[in-house]
């Protein structure tokens, strides 16, 4: 996983790297492939702002969250990044095995009406 990250009116920590890249490797679990993940960190007024951007092999999903707190602040965004990607997961897997008992399904009753017509 390639991960870029920028920051915005703060100053960069090898410790905020740290954490967003260790964070970050725990999405890699749903989808194999290529993935790069863009994280972009400000500060507005006394908000505290992490947005993560992730593209892979047919996914491009992003989120945005806003604390108090900028490492409360990934590890929301890292959370809600997981939900959107197990439901992304669920879709893809259940389109995939609808389509699979559909094909089994076709080719039972095809079976079928071949032996009765015979």
């Known amino acids: 996983m390639q991960i870029d990250m920028s920051f915005k009116h703060m100053d960069s920590t090898e410790a905020i ?3 967003a890249t260790e964070k970050s490797e725990k999405l890699t679990k749903y989808f194999d492939g290529k ?3 863009t ?3 400000s500060v507005e007024k006394l ?3 992490a947005h993560l951007h992730l593209v892979g092999n047919h996914i491009d999903q992003f989120c945005e969250v806003r604390t108090d707190n900028l490492y409360a602040s990934i590890d929301e965004a890292v959370h809600k990044m997981e939900k959107q990607l197990r439901k992304l997961k669920e879709i893809v ?3 995939h095995a609808a389509e699979s ?3 089994v399904l076709n080719a039972a009753t095809t079976a079928s009406a071949s032996t009765t017509n015979e």
């Open 17 to 19: 790297k740290s954490h």
């Open 35 to 37: 993935m790069h993940a």
């Open 39 to 41: 994280w972009n960190f």
């Open 47 to 49: 908000e505290h702002i």
């Open 93 to 95: 897997t259940d389109k």
């Open 101 to 103: 008992r559909a094909f």
